[in-house]
């Protein structure tokens, strides 16, 4: 695991744990994972779903909040921000030790709201008073309706994880909202974290579909290169959003930079190396989420070496080359932003049907 402290300390990148279940916090197995340099962890409602059915480790709680008589949607949030708390005390050490730069837990609105600015606010407000810790993210999508959300709840000095990111111009929309957000705080900003996490390996699944579609010889060079190209292009808007007067003045204050944050880094093409979408976006202030298996991966044969900023010229060529033989990629955002909450909507639908059968089971 000395690639994952490595990582960090020398090449300013946090890797973060993409993976939630009770199981790692009854076994110390969490703890382990920080120990050996993990420094943050995020979850979803596919995450929740998969861990939640996927064992009896919930069994009891579950029969305790039955017995309470609660809706079932208060018992899944229930059962959540068990998990969600336990890894907040795990990583609490790393946010104290760090000043604060690190340690964070990711817990999601509701994914049925993603379209829903007012609702947005309310939810992600109620989680972070609720929960009331430093170290919490609440998740946020980047949708047309989200990014209002994103910047009230900087303004009111939250942290927020922006998720499900799939296009440049999108990102430009929440890198400004989180400035303004900052600008427009009453409070301190230095307390104030967050991250734009964009979803990696799906833009290559679905672009490389389309390439493959078109056949031409010049569209199936492009195969496996959208994806790190617009991670490149993506932290050159980074750089460029952070720096300069505007942002010097917020700097002076004590703000911190929102960290671009790569998601959806496994290997979805065998025929890809499986540590392709984390060698080759290493950089300063950013975060890398990894299911276990990549982080094992990394861990054994990954490769150390300054990457998000190099070759940029590259990924522009690249760009304009998938324009030109037709690919659409503000096409390729939007159909993955709405399959991206839809898969949130129904892992989230079918963990109440399966928790609410489950229920009368019980009752029984």
Do not use: C
Not at 61 to 86: K, T
Not at 90 to 113: H, L, N, Q, R, T
Not at 237 to 247: D, L, V, Y
């Amino acid at each position: 695991m000395e690639r994952l402290i490595r990582l960090s300390e020398e090449f300013g990148q946090s890797p973060w744990l993409d993976n939630l279940k009770r199981g790692y916090l009854t076994t110390g197995e969490l703890a382990r994972l920080r120990d050996t340099g993990i420094r943050g962890q995020t979850s979803n409602p596919t995450i929740f779903q998969k861990a939640i059915e996927g064992s009896g480790d919930y069994d009891e709680q579950f029969r305790s909040l039955i017995a309470s008589g609660e809706n079932i949607v208060e018992d899944y949030w229930a059962l959540v921000l068990h998990d969600i708390n336990g890894a907040l005390d795990v990583f609490a050490p790393v946010y104290e030790s760090s000043g604060g730069a690190d340690g964070f837990v990711s817990v999601e609105v509701a994914p049925d709201i993603a379209n829903d600015t007012d609702a947005t606010v309310l939810a992600a407000r109620h989680l972070h008073e609720t929960i009331n810790r430093p170290n919490l993210m609440v998740k946020i999508p980047a949708t047309a309706a989200g990014v209002p959300a994103i910047r009230q709840m900087i303004s009111e000095g939250r942290n927020i994880n922006v998720t499900l990111i799939f296009s440049l111009q999108r990102y430009e929309e929440v890198l400004e909202a989180y400035v303004t957000g900052l600008e427009a705080g009453q409070g301190p900003v230095r307390n104030v974290a967050s991250v734009g996490s964009f979803f990696i390996s799906r833009v290559d699944t679905e672009v490389d579909r389309r390439l493959e579609a078109i056949g031409s010889p010049a569209a199936l060079a492009l195969r496996g290169k959208a994806a790190l190209a617009q991670g490149k292009l993506a932290y050159k808007q980074f750089q460029e959003k952070f720096s300069g007067a505007r942002w010097e003045a917020l700097a002076g204050r004590g703000a911190r930079v929102q960290r671009p944050l790569w998601a959806s880094t496994s290997t979805k093409n065998p025929a890809y190396p499986d540590t392709y979408y984390v060698d080759n976006l290493i950089g300063p202030d950013t975060v890398n989420t990894l299911p276990d298996a990549t982080i094992e991966a990394f861990a054994d044969h990954g490769t150390l070496a300054r990457t998000v900023d190099a070759g940029v010229d590259e990924a522009e060529a690249t760009w304009q080359a998938l324009h030109d033989v037709g690919v659409d990629m503000d096409d390729v955002a939007r159909t993955l932003e709405e399959e991206g909450v839809a898969s949130f909507t129904k892992s989230f639908d079918e963990l109440i049907t399966a928790l609410d059968t489950k229920a009368q089971e019980l009752k029984q």
